[in-house]
């Protein structure tokens, strides 16, 4: 399962139960980020524990950041789903915001290399 | 049911009996009546009591259903309420959280921005000062100098510095330019390659093709006006012409050229195509999977087809059609492809009839720019006359080497093939015979020259046999005799013996034949050992013969022998006593030798 354009790809691996984040996300509105939440989704129904590897995230807009926080919730909620997240100290923004969401669901695992 | 005191009860004992029972029977329906109300007033007094108790019940359960339908929507509210509350911290926490990603994100853009913008002002200045075009911004089309390039300050001869005291204008000629350009510039926002006239602070006037655009610089929008100094148009416009008129005459030169190659390359073609026609050797070209793709007259004519056409179409696969041996094309394909070209490969072909043929090819592989073969190219010489030719040769050679064989030993045969000078050899250690037929020369006059010379083939041929066998080297015969060495060319220790075995295998061998009349052939052997020369001389007719005494001896040995015997010397005799058997002759007259002590061999003593 995969979403590819110019400027982003997303891309869900199912034997490293891993969804993988690279380029630059800046779509307009929680609308345009229905198809990766659904990617996410997916990822959520099918492993006890899941890793959002963000490593090659260089932009996300806060769209994207309001859908990953939703969808963290909705993990959190869920209460049998385990969050890996891993990401760059090397991107600004994600030293800041990974650490954020860990607010909404303190069980997050967050790997910063 | 007693009764009951009513107070309209009459004194009965005050009436008439009939008036008693008649007011006792009104009594009666009276108090059946009163009963009858009772009965119905009970009844009614139950159900109505049945009925109040129900609805009572009916009022009761629902009430309790109430209660607890108001605890339930409590218990609700306290859960909703509770979701809700999360929902907002989330809510809340999710707001903050994006709130301070647009923060970091706007922050590092901005940073990132004004980065990029320093570098392209940067980018600007570099580029600007670096360019041989005057470069000014005005804050109006024509108006005051913000900034020129130092191109522009050259080209208007100002210093850099003094350039910001002018308006752009004041290096116009034209004095009203500045204001069309003012109204040309409020619909477009950039005018593109005009050429104007301008003049420098020294009032020298210069030509520039001009362009203006509007640019944001640090967030104003100024004016970027580019003077490109045509200096004088005219020479400029003749040059133009001038390098004009150069291309038509390279270009008309460049056609000439081409015209002449084109026919130079049809002239080479046509001769191509002519020697291609007539040459007398088979031209082809074939595809890698072996498909004549071109062929001239001549392949046809010697594949034995009636045209190229027909042979081009017959000749689809060679490796299977053309070559007798059937691994002959890959064989010479791996070797083309391996070495780019082969010559004179020889190679047996069908022919179109069947008929084998062979033939000289030489071929080379054709290949395109990324080194894939396209096909092979080849010429083809029938060559079979030449092949029987060679055979024949071949087999003159083989006869030739064998006759100088006869006459020659191998060993000095070879030796002279090498060209050796040393044309004689001395040997130590050789013995020689000698054999005569007794008598032969009488048979001559009886029997015709063709019969003599027949026996006498018929004789000497089982004494090549015998000599072959033991052998020993035949040096020649002279007439009717007969002379064998043994010990050459190659020494060999059992010389002696070899040649008593052989004398006495030669008598018994003559006695095999016999004269037309009946009467037996007598054989007369003479023997000797020792030393002699060997050698050839000469330059035609070679022989190789042997000289010196032991030659001689051994002649003389025969020579004065007996019919049917074998003479020895006494040196012989010394040699062989111990295994053979000999008589002694005793003392013998030899010619040119006095008297010599000889011996009759008689034969080899059997090992018992």
Known sequence: MEITTKDYSVWYDPEK???????????????AYQPIINVLNIAAENGSVIT?????????NSSGISMLSMFVVSLRNKGNVGLVLKGSNKVLWQTKSLRNLQRLMPSISLELG | MGHSSSSGQVDLSALDPLDQITLLQQEVLALRQLNQDLQVTLETAVEHGDAIEAELQQANQRLQAEIAERQMAQSTLQAILTTVSRDKADLEAILNLTVEHGDTVEYHLYKRAVEVMRQSEELFRAIAEASPVAMVLTQTPAGSIRYANAAAAQLLGVSEADILTYTLGDFYQEPDLPDRLQQALKQESSLVGFELQGKNAQNQAFWAIASIHQVSLQ????????????????QIEEALRQSQAKLQEQARLLKTLVEYREEQLRQSEEKYRSIFENSVEGIYQVS??????????ALARIYGYDSPAELMAALTDIAKQLYVQPSRRAELTVFVNQFGSASDMESQIYRKDGSIIWISESIRVVRDEAEHVLHYEGTV?????????????????????????????????????????????????VTVLFADIVNFTELADTVSPNELVDILNE???????????????????????YMVVGGLPSPHPRHVELIADLALGMQREITRFQRHDGTPFYLRIGIHTGPVIAGVIGLKKFAYDLWGDTVNIASRMEAHGEPGKIQVTQTVYERLKDSYDFKPRGMTAIKGKGKMTTYWLLGKRSLN
């Open chain 1, 17 to 31: 139960a891993t969804v993988f984040f690279k380029g630059f996300l800046r779509l307009d509105g929680m609308e």
């Open chain 1, 52 to 60: 959002l590897d963000m490593k090659n995230l260089e932009f996300l």
């Open chain 2, 219 to 234: 967030g104003e929008l100024v004016w970027l006006t580019t003077l490109y100094d045509i200096g004088d148009r005219k």
């Open chain 2, 288 to 297: 890698p999977s072996g498909h004549i793709i071109n062929a001239n007259p």
């Open chain 2, 381 to 429: 010489r029938d060559v079979t006359e030449h092949k029987q030719m060679e055979a024949e040769l071949r087999q003159q050679r083989l006869t030739s080497e064998r006759l100088l064989l006869n006459v020659l030993p191998q060993k000095v045969a070879e030796q002279l093939k090498r060209g050796t000078n040393k044309i004689a050899d001395h040997f130590n250690k």
């Open chain 2, 459 to 481: 004789i000497f041929s089982s004494f090549d046999s015998l000599v072959d066998h033991y052998g020993l080297e035949k040096i020649k015969t002279i007439g009717d005799a």
